[in-house]
Every structure is written in C-alpha cells, then in structure tokens.
C-alpha cells in the first residue's frame, strides 16, 4: 500500500505490504477454528479414535506459529522521503531498522521488470555501490503507483528488461 503523508519539504511516501485482518482478527479466526477442531477431536475421542488429540494440537500450533509470522511479515514499513537535495529513506516494523540517505541529484531508481506477467516489478534505489530494495512487498498495483508518483516528482526510472535466457531447454 502506498500512502502520501504531509511533509513541508518535498513528498514522504509510506509504504506497508497489504493485509487484511489485524492481529486481533488472526486470533479470531484462530479461535474460531480451535473451536471446530476440539469439537471433533472430542467427539472422535469419545467414539475411541484418541489419537486424533495430539495431531489437532499440532495442527493448531502450526497454524498459530503460520498467523504469527505473516502478521510479523506485515508489520513491516518503509518511509520514503524526497525533498530537493536528499532521498531518506528508512526500513523498519514497529521502529527504524535501517535507514539510507542518497543524493537526489545522482541517485537513480531502477524498475528491474519481471520474466512473468503476474511478478511484482522490482524497484532499488542505486547510488554508486549502494542497492537499495525499494517495496519489495508491493504488489503490481502499488508498484506502478509509486512509479507513478515518483516520476511526478522529477525522479528518472530506468526500466531494465529481464535477462534474456541463455542455454537449453532439457
């Protein structure tokens, strides 16, 4: 998702993946389900199938441990900040974990375009050796959209084409 915040100097632009449910809707939806398991696995205790009990619980605790780390996954953030000497650009979760600043002047983003149709394109902020992936969690609507709104911001985007592939088909 990409979100324009006010900024007196230039543009900040927010990036976050897409999510659907907040974390206390996963817990729902895990409750729910904890539900309908334990009513089965009762009733096929009870009908002498035990050994169901021990596999519902790991089926619960691999769903659990799946929830959490896409709700972790989902949490990430990314500020971009442009105004007109700077582009700031900081990665993080709940705080900042990693923070670039590149010249506006001599930084370039590149749009590394997918070999499939349904691939997210690739953005990366280049400044001499320093690659920074930029929304990598973007899906293809957000990507174009931040492309666009980069470009009315004046920023050049090089749009590179897939290696062709070389060698043989087995």
């Known amino acids: 998702m990409v979100e324009q915040l006010s900024h007196p100097d230039g543009i900040r632009l927010l990036l976050t993946p897409n999510h659907s449910l907040s974390w206390r809707g996963n817990v729902r939806i895990w409750l729910a389900l904890l539900t309908v ?23 619960l605790l691999a769903l659990a441990t799946g929830f959490y780390l896409t709700s972790r996954a989902c949490q990430r953030r990314e500020v971009l900040t442009i105004d007109d000497q700077d582009i700031h650009l900081a990665k993080g979760r709940t705080r900042k974990q990693a923070e670039w600043t590149l010249p506006r002047r001599y930084a370039r983003l590149r749009l590394n375009l997918p070999e499939h149709p349904f691939t997210p394109p690739k953005l990366e902020l280049i400044h001499r050796d320093t690659r920074v992936a930029l929304g990598d969690f973007l899906n293809i609507d957000d990507t174009d ?23 043989l088909w087995f």
């Open 37 to 59: 398991s334990a009513v089965i696995a009762t009733g096929m205790a009870l009908a002498g199938a035990w050994v169901i009990i021990p596999f519902a619980g790991l089926e």
């Open 145 to 167: 959209a931040l492309v666009q709104v980069l470009e009315t911001r004046g920023l050049v985007v090089e749009r590179k084409a897939p290696d062709p592939e070389i060698g």
